[in-house]
């Protein structure tokens, strides 16, 4: 009798540390936006794809925490002249909706930002834009 006073002793003393795990931390749509740079993966206007061109292939985007972005153009240039694109930008505290500005005006972009992709979806009065973009190293 004794063995199983102590069997029962010891799981009672253990269940509550077998419950115990540390939590995942999860970071914010803002964190996964700006831990990193992004790579353009794929790019879709009306549902269709739109292959994109070899001097495309290296071109990323930066976000800073500061609310500035840059959208480098890669080693591979498809113009000689082709520059960064800097600029501001803005998520929207649900996360859904980022706002670009730069000298091309401003953007309004439906998001998804998970840590793995960011979807961008623009619309304008004819066009719904897709761009996915993969986190780049």
């Known amino acids: 009798m004794k063995a199983n006073e102590w069997l ?39 549902q269709e794809e739109i292959a994109l061109m070899d001097c495309q292939k290296d071109n990323y985007m930066s976000f800073n925490t500061d609310g500035s972005y840059t959208d480098f153009p890669g080693a591979l240039k498809c113009e000689i002249s082709e520059a960064n694109i800097t600029g501001t930008w803005i998520l929207s505290d649900d996360g859904e909706t980022l706002t670009l500005e ?33 986190p780049y190293p």
Request: proline share 1%; with cysteine; charged share 20%.
């Open 102 to 134: 730069s000298y091309q005006g401003i953007q309004n972009a439906a998001a998804e930002i998970t840590e793995n992709k960011l979807v961008l979806t623009f619309t304008d009065d004819t066009d719904v834009i897709i761009m996915t973009c993969i």
């Open 8 to 46: 029962i002793f010891f799981t009672v003393l253990l269940l509550p540390v077998s419950g115990c795990r540390k939590d995942e931390v999860t970071k914010s749509k803002m964190e996964i936006l700006t831990t990193g740079s992004w790579k353009v993966s794929s790019y879709k206007i009306n």
